[in-house]
């Protein structure tokens, strides 16, 4: 069977159809896992999985939505074994052709990700979650409410990308994309008031650690996954950033949907938005706004996105401090593998654009000259 490709796995009708499919017949197994867990019974954690684990001839008569929500399942399994020592796949060896297949037939990493921890995963009683606590469900909620956002975000970056700056509706479009982005604002204020550090730090991010499949080391699921960064590439990113994050990017672009590490690698061929925007402004910044007074108002709009931006990072920032901090952390980096300085220089950078934004001209392409290897 050949690669199914151009599927929208990330539209809202697909994401409703995934959650609401069982082709391993795993409810009721995720609901002990969540037991097992609590008691470390890795024994009855391998055993469930190999119990659900599909042959290849199943899988052949699966639906490309089906693959996804099997490997969903099996990947409940797989973190929750590699969370009590082991590694998951050798105690269930059968389980490594299908996870392949799986990959192959979804076009992703051959292992669950963030996007089948959150947006695909059911909810109400279906849920699988790892402890059945009640702040995991809201960490995953939290992530839930972000991702039709972002996928709508996405395509204003792409067009935005592709936009004429001097063009009056630039601005428009980057105030959707703004309000789209505000959503995930109110997503980590959710976590602030609902997930305590400690109990991130101490039970559930063991869940999230990295597997070993057919040789390949793959991260577990984790909110780096939720590609904001993918916004950044297309606005600043792309040609205004440092080599740390530009790396993270690459570690991170194998575990987003196809459609955008599609977008991922166009972004990275074309300048960003703000390169535009500062050449569009010349040597003369003000004569270039008397010639075309949109360019002020293009300006002041991916400055107002930048904020709010800043803003999310900012409460990410002090989450990560918290869970991270050397007195109670399991674990010295995220589950995605960024560090909490990189987090912060993160921030640095995304406010360093919002100056190039309010000085655009000869100051702004210097500073950007600094920033960049010639």
């Not at 996804?68 to 998951?88: C, N, Q, T, W, Y």
């Not at 109400?124 to 402890?131: L, V």
């Not at 909490?340 to 921030?347: E, G, K, M, T, Y």
């Not at 654009?353 to 600094?370: F, H, I, K, S, Y």
Request: aromatic share 6%; hydrophobic share 45%.
């Amino acid at each position: 069977m050949t690669r199914t490709l151009g599927i929208d796995l990330g539209s809202s009708l697909r994401t409703a159809a995934i959650r609401e499919l069982d082709p391993l017949a795993a409810d009721a197994l995720c609901l002990d896992m969540r037991r097992h867990n609590d008691r470390a019974d890795v024994p009855a954690l391998v055993e469930a999985l190999r119990r659900i684990v599909p042959s290849l001839d199943d899988v052949a008569g699966y639906t490309v939505e089906a693959c996804v929500a099997a490997m969903r399942d099996l990947g409940m399994f797989l973190g929750s074994i590699k969370r009590h020592g082991p590694e998951p796949v050798p105690l269930a060896p059968e389980a490594l052709p299908v996870l392949l297949e799986l990959g192959r037939r979804t076009d992703m990493v051959p292992r669950d990700t963030v996007h089948h921890y959150t947006t695909w995963n059911p909810t109400g009683g279906r849920q699988r979650m790892y402890t059945g606590d009640i702040q995991e469900a809201y960490l995953q909620e939290s992530v839930r409410m972000v991702f039709p956002h972002l996928r709508e975000g996405l395509e204003l970056s792409e067009r935005l990308s592709g936009a004429d700056v001097a063009d009056p509706k630039f601005a428009v479009l980057t105030d959707e994309l703004t309000a789209h982005v505000e959503t995930m604002v109110a997503s980590i204020d959710m976590v602030v008031a609902n997930v305590g550090p400690e109990f991130f730090a101490r039970i559930l991010r063991a869940y999230f650690e990295e597997i070993t499949v057919d040789g390949r080391v793959l991260l577990g699921p984790a909110a780096a996954q939720v590609p904001l960064w993918l916004i950044d590439q297309a606005i600043w990113a792309a040609d205004n950033s440092e080599p740390e994050y530009e790396e993270f990017l690459r570690d991170s672009v194998p575990y987003s949907l196809p459609r955008w590490r599609e977008l991922y690698g166009r972004w990275t061929d074309v300048p960003s938005v703000v390169s535009r925007l500062v050449e569009a402004y010349g040597d003369d910044p003000e004569e270039a706004e008397r010639r075309i007074p949109a360019l002020r108002q293009s300006a002041e709009g991916i400055a107002r996105l930048l904020r709010v931006i800043v803003v999310f990072r900012g409460r990410h920032l002090g989450i990560a401090r918290k869970a991270y901090d050397a007195d109670l952390r399991l674990y010295p980096v995220g589950s995605g593998g960024a560090s909490v300085d990189l987090l912060r220089q993160i921030i640095d950078l995304t406010r360093a654009t919002v100056q190039l934004t309010r000085r655009p001209g000869p100051a702004a392409a210097a500073a950007r000259a600094e920033r960049r290897p010639a």
